[in-house]
């Protein structure tokens, strides 16, 4: 992303969508230019779209916060090395009847904040997690019956997207999220208590 004035987002990217809804949507509150997946199989032309895009503009991958989504994310990331990331809390994307998950549900205030907290991934070896395994579980991130929940909160925090507890710690290094922004994460929903369970 290039610039920002007010609501309004100039977006030099091309961004990558699940389908026309969501492509509607980011129109609507960007203007940004968007290719389609236009479903979780991802075929080899889309990902040739997606390589160029990549390679003249930059790509940012803004999928649905869901188990698509989030396969659609890894089969470009796998095919297309470099791609930014934006998330999209999975309460901001809930239809009006409460049954669907999706951008197209989305305020245009809220699609602005997701694309202006952009995350690129490291593009050298991925360094180490800033927390252990054994971290995570005293933290009550992975194994405590309340840890799906702590995830989806630092998730939404951190500005990385829902995770499950073997892929926590590895988007925390892809996104070299630092010990300190990690852990004032976590105290923070210490702090919130039960405000959010």
Same mark, same amino acid.
């Given at each position: ?9 100039? &977006?030099?990217?091309?961004? %990558? ?8 949507? %980011? ?32 790509? &940012? ?55 202006? #907290? ?54 925390? #290094?892809?996104?070299? &999220? ?20």
């Amino acid at each position: 992303m290039n610039e920002r004035m007010g609501s309004s987002v100039t &977006i030099e990217e091309i961004i %990558v969508v699940e389908g026309k809804s969501d492509t509607i949507a %980011v129109r609507r509150a960007t203007g940004a230019d968007t290719i389609e997946t236009n479903g979780s199989a991802v075929s080899k032309e889309t990902l040739m779209k997606i390589r160029h895009a990549q390679e003249k503009r930059g790509v &940012i991958v803004f999928t649905d916060p869901d188990y698509p989504g989030r396969r659609i994310r890894a089969i470009i990331e796998e095919h297309v090395p470099g791609v930014k990331h934006a998330f999209l809390p999975k309460a901001q994307s809930i239809s009006e009847n409460g049954r669907k998950v999706g951008i197209e549900h989305a305020a245009d205030d809220d699609i602005r904040a997701a694309l202006a #907290a952009v995350r690129t991934p490291v593009q050298d070896k991925v360094g180490e997690p800033p927390v252990t395994d054994a971290e995570l579980v005293s933290l009550r991130l992975v194994g405590h019956p309340d840890a799906r929940r702590r995830r989806e909160r630092i998730g939404l925090m951190l500005q990385i997207g829902q995770t499950n507890g073997k892929q926590l710690a590895k988007r925390l #290094a892809m996104f070299r &999220i630092s010990r300190e922004e990690f852990l004032a994460a976590v105290q923070a929903i210490d702090e919130e208590g039960d405000i959010h369970a």
